[in-house]
């Protein structure tokens, strides 16, 4: 089966001279569930933007499942459904026309549509709201909107720009299972997020796009085996003044009441847990600092800048 | 992809779905798409017609009154027609969504052919009612009911086409209410809607025949009372002109993302 999306020595310069993207390569194999992930101008905009049609290229290749999107744009929009960083619907228009229309711009009959959209709508929670017009909806709901629109033709590959930006706990988790479903029935799925706990949790491989060239292109699972250390919160149960020596450990204050431990990955919590009860110190609760992937992510683009500055 | 009867099939539940979209517009706010147009004309055909028109006299060899309703109906298509598709283009473009339609596969003919119908829907649909009201103050007698429907047809493509292209170009809503301000309005104006270009002297009449809007007025007015200023096949071959060269800008356009695309 040929890649859900090969994209080749794709190049996009704006006028005035911006060059957004300097001959980005990408692979995504069928069924993936794939995160783009880069600071904010890296280009990810830029190159969805391509992929989905909304943006020309100044050179390169892209191909979608196989088809050409020079060749045969219309087998590769086919291909595609997007779902925007941005809300862009006519406000004014009633949530589930929005739906039924992008229908039918793909070409599914009327009657079909409708089907289809009362479908997507009741997956997403939206079915109730149908006649809703769109700018008296939430912006929770705006988002589960687009997924529906972008569903209603029931794309191959599916392209999220930042679909959980701005929604609460329980909503981007009722979305995340949804999306993983998708994913299980066979839908390729491409995922931009600064959510880096999304990616995780959610992507089987990843690519790093920084200042318009990819970085690093993984699974996660190799990216996360990378990390050498790790730091936890711990939250005490009494007060410590002075820090005890635990060898391989590399303990710091935060309050007398809270310490942050380092830790690289030859040594165990079990063993950490040891040290701390022969040094007579109750742990009450204990969490991550900071997110793995952020950590690995923050390193890969400041490495780069330094890697820049040194070519200058 | 290869061109089936499915394909075919498919381009015309994508323009059903965008003149479907645009004529829900412009009926759920007839109030302000359909009504001001006929408010407007009333009064034309009350002042020009009823109150002034007795004291002008015949004009083409028509009374007065007679020999305006086939401009003013025209001058409601053009309005209506070429608003519909600025305005709703435009909207599309500020709000971002047309980017529904550029990323579905719609070739950019259908959603061109679907934005232009949505404008003829709404510049025959208050040419209709602007007609209706011409006849409470005069009784009208269609001399040619094929080239007065073809006209008033071929007119409203034109001017949706000029809205659609209008719309393109538009970076604000100022801008959209430039042209038909500065260029629409003078040329309808001085299109033949309230006089022969007979009256005018030699370098004016040759000036007027520049006019695109001459050609529809005079085309429709022979359609309506069989008099006109201008030979019919002269009407036809410019409308026809101006249709073909603004449907290929419009796709080169379209093609070219100018104004929709980055």
């Not at chain 1, 880069?38 to 892209?62: E, F, H, M, R, Y």
């Not at chain 2, 270009?197 to 005079?218: E, R």
Request: charge should be neutral; hydrophobic fraction near 45%.
């Amino acid at each position: 089966m040929p890649p859900a999306l090969a994209v080749t020595a794709l190049v996009k310069t704006y006028r005035g001279g911006l060059q957004a993207l300097k001959g980005v390569d990408l692979r995504v194999d069928a069924g993936d569930f794939f995160a783009l992930l880069g600071p904010n101008g890296a280009g990810k905009s830029t190159l969805i933007g391509i992929i989905a049609s909304l943006v020309t290229k100044t050179s390169g290749q892209v191909r979608v499942f196989g088809h050409d999107l020079d060749q045969d744009p219309e087998a590769v929009k086919s291909c595609i459904g997007l779902v925007p960083q941005e809300f862009n619907f006519n406000l004014f228009l009633p949530a589930g026309e929005v739906v039924v229309n992008q229908a039918g711009y793909y070409g599914i009959p009327r009657r079909e549509a409708r089907v289809r959209a009362e479908r997507y709508l009741r997956q997403l929670d939206l079915w109730e709201r149908r006649d809703t017009e769109m700018r008296r909806l939430s912006g929770g709901m705006k988002r589960r909107l687009m997924i529906a629109r972008a569903l209603v033709h029931e794309p191959r590959l599916l392209i999220l720009d930042e679909p959980t930006a701005g929604v609460d706990i329980e909503i981007r988790r009722s979305m995340w299972a949804f999306l993983k479903d998708l994913n299980a029935q066979g839908t390729t799925i491409i995922l931009t997020t600064h959510y880096l706990e999304e990616a995780e949790s959610l992507c089987r491989n990843i690519a790093i796009i920084n200042d318009g060239e990819i970085a690093e292109r993984t699974s996660i699972a190799a990216l996360l085996g990378r990390l050498h250390t790790e730091t936890f919160v711990l939250n005490l149960k009494g007060r410590v003044t002075e820090l005890p020596s635990l060898g391989g450990f590399v303990l710091n204050h935060v309050d007398e009441c809270t310490l942050e431990v380092e830790m690289n990955r030859e040594h165990t919590i079990n063993g950490l847990f040891d040290a701390l009860s022969r040094n007579g110190i109750e742990v009450l609760s204990l969490r991550n600092k900071q997110n793995r992937l952020e950590r690995l992510f923050l390193d890969m683009v400041d490495q780069n800048h330094a890697d820049a500055r040194g070519a200058s | 992809m290869t061109r089936g009867p499915g394909t075919w099939r498919r381009y015309w539940v994508t323009f059903a779905t965008i003149f479907g979209k645009e004529f829900r517009r412009f009926t759920r706010i007839w109030v302000q798409t359909v009504l001001p147009s006929v408010i407007t004309t009333t009064l034309y055909f009350l002042i020009f017609g009823e109150l002034i028109g007795g004291r002008i006299g015949p004009m083409g060899g028509l009374p007065y009154l007679d020999f305006i309703v086939p401009g003013l109906v025209l001058m409601a298509v053009i309005t209506n027609a070429y608003s519909n598709v600025v305005s709703s283009f435009y909207s599309s473009k500020f709000s971002r969504y047309v980017e529904e339609l550029l990323v579905s596969p719609a070739p950019n003919w259908v959603i061109l052919a679907g934005y232009v119908a949505g404008g003829v829907a709404r510049g025959l649909t208050v040419g209709a009612t602007v007609m209706l009201v011409a006849m409470m103050f005069t009784r009208i007698e269609i001399h040619s009911p094929a080239v007065t429907l073809l006209v008033l047809c071929m007119t409203a493509v034109l001017f949706s086409l000029g809205g659609f292209i209008n719309a393109i170009y538009a970076n604000s809503f100022d801008d959209i209410s430039i042209v038909p301000t500065f260029v629409l309005t003078p040329l309808t104006y001085l299109g033949g809607v309230f006089y022969s270009i007979d009256l005018l002297p030699g370098f004016w009449q040759a000036v007027s025949l520049a006019n695109p809007v001459l050609y529809m007025v005079n085309g429709f007015r022979y359609g309506l009372h069989g008099v006109t200023d201008i030979p019919l096949g002269w009407a036809f071959g410019i409308i026809l002109a101006f249709i073909i060269g603004l449907s290929w800008f419009s796709l080169s356009l379209l093609r070219r993302g100018v104004g929709i695309k980055s």
